[in-house]
T-cell receptor, first 110, second 115 residues
């Protein structure tokens, strides 16, 4: 069955530091992968998505993610985080509906 | 930019009571979804709805749950007799089409607390 694992429940980084959030998926066919962000009191906002083609995808707010089929991973990265990036981040795979990971809470130290 | 809205933002109810959670999807969208997130757990799919019918539902979506599109704008989730374990954040989402390539737009959620 399809599933998504986000191994890190909570990550803290300093403002200006680089960020990588991990995501591993299990899906039998070619996966359609997504990263969503949820700020407090807000709905889930799409950051980026991967369907096919270039395995490095660019998203909004300076985020990017790399699809690695051999590792079943779709990690999210940002070269330099801002205090406004503090939020909960969800990785998801589409299997007639979105199947989400547990989420990673990102805290930014000033 | 059009957005999905949900009301109320927070609902408190007694166990055994019926609740209706309301969503207004983006106006030209045709596919509608409910998801929920129990505190500290994953966001889980409940049900998808298209053309006035349920397209797919999860095992969570039992006989206590129902969905309806009562008019051209609202999409509701009803829980007939709430249980303590129904306490969660409920998210509505909508898409123009039902394919993976159609982005799902989410509302801000309704926090349901069952006492």
């Amino acid at each position: 069955a399809q599933s998504v694992t986000q191994p890190d429940i909570h990550i803290t980084v300093s403002e200006g530091a680089s960020l990588e959030l991990r995501c591993n998926y299990s899906y039998g066919a070619t996966p359609y992968l997504f990263w969503y962000v949820q700020s407090p009191g807000q709905g889930l906002q799409l950051l980026l998505k991967y369907f096919s083609g270039d395995t490095l995808v660019q998203g909004i707010k300076g985020f990017e993610a790399e699809f690695k089929r051999s590792q079943s991973s779709f990690n999210l990265r940002k070269p330099s985080v801002h205090w406004s990036d503090a939020a909960e981040y969800f990785c998801a795979v589409f299997a007639q509906k979105l199947v989400f990971g547990q989420g990673t809470r990102l805290t930014i130290n000033p | 930019e059009p957005e999905v809205t949900q009301t109320p933002s927070h609902q408190v109810t007694q166990m055994g009571q019926e609740v209706i959670l309301r969503c207004v999807p983006i106006s030209n969208h045709l596919y509608f979804y409910w998801y929920r997130q129990i505190l500290g757990q994953k966001v889980e799919f409940l049900v998808s709805f298209y053309n006035n019918e349920i397209s797919e539902k999860s095992e969570i979506f039992d006989d206590q749950f129902s969905v309806e599109r009562p008019d051209g704008s609202n999409f509701t989730l009803k829980i007939r007799s709430t249980k303590l374990e129904d306490s969660a954040m409920y998210f509505c989402a909508s898409t123009r089409g039902g394919a993976a390539t159609d982005t799902q737009y989410f509302g801000p959620g309704t926090r349901l607390t069952v006492l």
